[in-house]
């Protein structure tokens, strides 16, 4: 395959009719204006797909242009829809993208193609081959694929295949720097094609029929380098081309003008959805998918929302669960505190059924033991049970192997009772680092259980080394609990004679 024939060069003489400030000359083989216009159709192209994008952000609010709702509202290609007869969608998808960066890297791309493309051939045909590549990059991917789709890149890939038939169609005519900086578009183009493999969500087909309608339509249509012979060379009439894409984008128009009454329901329940009301976006989306029935994506988005949804609620029992909780187990410990045990363990079982997790279960559990056993003196076989729970969830935790140790003693079980005190007493954490953490430290209430032990087992000198001990350690104490102990402690040594 070769090239066309070398264009005739054009005189620089201009009638005498047109205008001084619309010249022309001649540089190898190449006629160009003097003065160079703005490319106002790539700016009214990218304004055209930002207000689009600024509708679903207006309708729906932040992520409204990726919610499948609001794409399919407006005019997304969606199979279902197009072969109910949707036709129009093929056109208004080139509109419409999925999100920001969607919109950003589509539109710089077409900001520097699209001026390339306006240069060489013209606002009217480079509308004609925009409006064309993107309609036929949308149909190849709704014959291809069944997955929605929108975005300008079909027609960005078909610009691009019009660069590229131009720069072969008029390699003998072009300053050979402008081909060679144009050859590059063929590796471009390959390697974005190789990219979009890696990524699921790019429609490769979209970009191939717009790349591959691009190539065509670029072989028939002549650019501003062909001169005074652009109209004669043209395969594709430009009155033809232009009467059909403005048929296109009449139809398009008209299309989803007249299905939106029909579609609004998507719309409410985008809004909706985006205003935090699931369950009224919900409604608006089955009202949707009873008048199109295979919207499949739509109904996708509706299963995920009301997962979400239960997901949320969920969450919020869960945390309505666990401020109860807090609630009863304060309340149970204040109780406690005030020598009030009877509240103090009716609020314990309350708080049971509630716990959010294992771990504040056996904390429960071993207070209600601790409690019983201490000042109800009652239930021991309960308290028993629920001491050795504990131990055995968290058998490094001192305080309580000092409740189980304890219940051995309201038990009578003082050999068990004195192990599991000492013990306990060897897993407190090292002497300062209560008082670092900010919370007084339990030895003298240990120390005194031991010493209560001690005594009980007739070991009259080793009970009384350690009431000494856990009054000297809990003299200086602010703790209501320890002052307490201190106060027993002091008794004990005046029953014992010291």
Not at 14 to 37: C, D, K, N, Y
Not at 60 to 82: D, P, Y
Not at 129 to 141: E, H, I, P, Q, R
């Amino acid at each position: 395959m070769h090239g066309p024939e070398p264009i005739p060069s054009v005189t620089t003489e201009p009638p005498a009719s047109e205008p001084a400030g619309a010249r022309m000359e001649v540089r190898a083989g190449v006629q160009t204006r003097r003065r160079l216009s703005l490319p106002w159709l790539t700016f009214l192209l990218i304004a055209v797909n930002v207000a689009v994008g600024i509708a679903a952000l207006v309708i729906a609010g932040f992520g409204g242009s990726e919610n499948i709702a609001m794409l399919t509202f407006l005019g997304a290609k969606v199979n279902a829809l197009i072969h109910a007869g949707q036709y129009w969608r093929l056109v208004t998808a080139g509109f419409l993208h999925i999100g920001l960066w969607h919109l950003l890297s589509n539109m710089l791309g077409l900001l520097f193609i699209g001026t390339v493309v306006e240069a060489f051939y013209g606002r009217w045909r480079y509308l004609m081959l925009y409006t064309l590549t993107g309609a036929a990059g949308m149909a190849v991917s709704y014959l291809m694929q069944p997955n929605l789709s929108a975005g300008a890149s079909a027609s960005v890939f078909g610009l691009v295949g019009a660069l590229i038939a131009h720069n072969w169609k008029y390699s003998r005519q072009l300053p050979p720097a402008i081909v060679q900086r144009m050859s590059i578009l063929v590796p471009i183009v390959f390697i974005e094609l190789a990219f979009g493999q890696f990524y699921k969500h790019i429609d490769q087909w979209g970009h191939i029929g717009g790349l591959a309608a691009g190539l065509v339509l670029g072989l028939l249509t002549e650019s501003r380098v062909a001169g005074e012979m652009q109209n004669e060379r043209e395969w594709l009439p430009l009155p033809a081309a232009l009467a059909t894409t403005l048929g296109l984008l009449a139809y398009a128009v008209t299309g989803w003008g007249l299905i939106m009454p029909r579609e609004w329901p998507l719309a409410q329940g985008a809004m909706a959805e985006s205003r935090g009301h699931p369950t009224r976006a919900g409604r608006y989306y089955e009202k949707a998918l009873k008048r199109e029935p295979g919207l499949g994506e739509l109904r996708d988005q509706l299963t995920e929302m009301r997962q979400r949804q239960s997901h949320a609620e969920e969450a919020q029992k869960q945390l309505r669960e666990i401020r109860h909780f807090q609630t009863l187990f304060e309340e149970a410990n204040r109780f406690s505190a005030d020598h009030r045990p009877r509240e103090a363990t009716k609020r314990y079982r309350e708080a049971l059924p509630h716990a959010p997790d294992e771990r504040s279960r056996v904390l429960v559990q071993n207070n209600l033991a601790y409690v019983e056993a201490d000042e109800l003196q009652e239930n021991y076989q309960e308290a028993l049970q629920m001491a050795e729970a504990a131990t055995t969830a968290e058998p490094k935790n001192g305080i309580y192997r000092d409740t189980l140790a304890w219940v051995y003693y309201r038990l009578g079980r003082f050999a068990d009772a004195e192990r599991e005190q000492r013990l306990a007493l060897r897993q407190l954490p090292p002497g300062p680092l209560p008082a670092i953490m900010g919370n007084p430290s339990d030895e003298p209430v240990l120390r005194y259980h031991l010493a209560a032990i001690l005594e009980a087992e007739g070991k009259k000198s080793a009970a009384v080394d350690e009431y000494a001990r856990a009054v000297s350690l809990g003299r200086n104490s602010q703790t209501p609990e320890i002052q307490k102990t201190v106060r027993e402690a002091q008794d004990a040594l005046r029953r014992l004679g010291k």
